[in-house]
Nanobody, 129 residues
Framework: QVQLVESGGGSVQTGGSLRLSCVVS????????MGWFRQAPGKERAPRDE?????????????RYADSVQRRFSISRDNAKNTVNLQIDRLKPEDTAVYYC?????????????????WGQGIQVTVSS
């Protein structure tokens, strides 16, 4: 069974930085795509049904970002540690959300949340102005 555990969230002021990490087990991590998604406050559906994809990294290291986070977010992976990281800089209040890491089946990332069968429990990021 695939398990994903996020860490590193918290509360920061506008302009601050956070580094989120996700450790994955029960999964051939190095061969598969990983994604970070977020769900803004007030969303009631499961993140697989209602979340915004912010960053994705293919098995070969190719990355893609949502337009809203370009040049502020950076996704990376450490295959030796089965870990995917999300460095978030110059945070804005609109970045406030629960952030989830998710594991795809296959080396190349889909941008659609519903394509990801395995999800972490989520971690809160709150940005105050």
């Amino acid at each position: 069974q695939v398990q994903l555990v996020e860490s590193g969230g918290g509360s920061v002021q506008t302009g601050g930085s956070l580094r989120l990490s996700c450790v994955v087990s029960g999964y051939i991590f190095s061969r598969n795509c990983m994604g970070w998604f977020r769900q803004a406050p007030g969303k009631e559906r499961a993140p697989r049904d209602e979340s915004e994809g912010v960053a994705h990294i293919d098995a070969d290291g190719r990355t893609r970002y949502a337009d809203s986070v370009q040049r502020r977010f950076s996704i990376s992976r450490d295959n030796a540690k089965n870990t995917v990281n999300l460095q978030i800089d110059r945070l804005k209040p609109e970045d406030t959300a629960v952030y989830y890491c998710a594991a795809e089946r296959g080396p190349y990332c889909s941008l659609a949340a519903w394509q990801y069968p395995s999800w972490g429990q989520g971690i809160q990021v709150t940005v105050s102005s």
